[in-house]
């Protein structure tokens, strides 16, 4: 089994921060790809950010600058530093990993049971 646990969301004003944490564990191989991805109602959910096991990050347009994600391979953690947070930011955010549970297993996607973020005076 896999798990990924994820911690940080809440309630914080236009302008703030928060810092999302997911850690992954059980019986885990290898990690490909670590990633955060978010769900507003009525939307689709969206990849916010991705970090490889080597570092190599991407971002969807709207958090480049305002976003950060970054990786302890040790851990197994992938973070997500959010500063300048605005109203549109609110979604619950679901964290991803790619998995290898043996050598010659398939790699595999799981996700964390998502964490509420909300954006509001």
């Known amino acids: 089994q896999v798990q990924l646990v994820e911690s940080g969301g809440g309630l914080v004003q236009p302008g703030g921060s928060l810092r999302l944490s997911c850690a992954a564990s059980g019986s885990i191989f290898s990690i490909h790809t670590m990633g955060w991805y978010r769900q507003a109602p009525g939307k689709q959910r969206e990849l916010v950010a991705v970090v490889t096991s080597g570092g190599s990050t991407n971002y969807e347009d709207s958090v480049k600058s305002r976003f950060t994600i970054s990786r302890d391979n040790a851990k197994n953690t992938v973070y997500l530093q959010m500063n300048s947070l605005k109203p549109e930011d609110t979604a619950v955010y679901y964290c991803?990993?790619?998995?290898?549970?043996?050598?010659?297993?398939?790699?595999?996607?799981?996700w964390g049971q998502g964490t509420q973020v909300t954006v509001s005076s």
């Open positions: 991803n990993a790619r998995i290898r549970r043996v050598p010659s297993a398939p790699w595999m996607d799981y």
